[in-house]
């Protein structure tokens, strides 16, 4: 059983930073994509941020400039350094990867991590 699991959420003030990690377990014969989104109250998930398996970055424009995504391949972990940060930030962040857990890949997800950003 694959599992994602995030850390790093929590309260700050705006301008502030937060660190986010994912880190995957269980049965992982490879692994492609990693993303972060992210979900605010009454709102729809949107992506923040994805990264390839050959380290290919893409960026919503929310938060290019603020935000940057990388991983660890060697501990199957996926981060989001996160500054500069605004009370639009304030969501529910969940992480996901393309994951092949022995049957194909398979896009997995985190249960998610409350970040909230107090102005």
């Known amino acids: 059983q694959v599992q994602l699991v995030e850390s790093g959420g929590g309260l700050v003030q705006a301008g502030e930073s937060l660190r986010l990690s994912c880190a995957a377990s269980?049965?992982?014969?490879?692994?492609?994509?990693m993303g972060w989104y992210r979900q605010a109250p009454g709102k729809q998930r949107e992506l923040v941020a994805t990264?390839?398996?050959?380290?290919?970055?893409n960026y919503a424009d929310s938060v290019r400039g603020r935000f940057t995504i990388s991983r660890d391949n060697a501990k199957i972990t996926v981060y989001l350094q996160m500054n500069s940060l605004k009370s639009e930030d304030t969501a529910v962040y969940y992480c996901n990867g393309d994951i092949n857990g022995g049957y194909g890949y398979t896009i997995y997800w985190g249960q998610g991590t409350q970040v909230t950003v107090s102005s």
């Open positions: 990264i390839s398996a050959a380290g290919s970055i």
């Open positions: 269980g049965r992982i014969l490879g692994i492609g994509s």
